[in-house]
């Protein structure tokens, strides 16, 4: 694979997709999936669905591309509902597993 794996997970659909525009702008970037949940709270969470983005890229492009996906997503929600992470170096075959999700993206 040879690329980084960045993770972002957000609560809201609009959410994320504001937060990956700018983090596509940021940075060279390929989305590979995504999937959404039931927050912890269910039905009485202020927004009802978390979003989980995963995209790949170069070490350096996923930290910028994270950074600025944070800061996006923190103008709508609180930065305590925004979950950011980094695989630097991740084990062969795990590329088949990011584009599995309930959100199907076409390429």
Do not use: R, W
Not at 7 to 13: A, D, F, N, P, R
Not at 39 to 57: E, L, R, S
Not at 80 to 92: C, G, P, Q
């Amino acid at each position: 694979m040879g690329n980084a794996i960045g993770l972002l997970e957000v609560q809201g659909y609009s959410v994320a997709l504001a937060a990956m525009n700018q983090a596509c702008k940021a940075a060279n970037i390929k989305i590979e999936g995504m999937d959404c949940n039931n927050p912890a709270a269910g039905d009485h969470a202020p927004i009802p669905v978390v979003i989980q983005v995963k995209f790949t890229g170069s070490v350096s492009d996923v930290k910028v591309a994270l950074e600025a996906a944070e800061h996006e997503a923190a103008k709508y929600i609180d930065e305590a509902d925004i979950s950011a992470h980094m695989i630097s170096s991740a084990s062969k075959g795990i590329e088949k597993l990011l584009p599995l999700g309930k959100v199907k993206i076409k390429s």
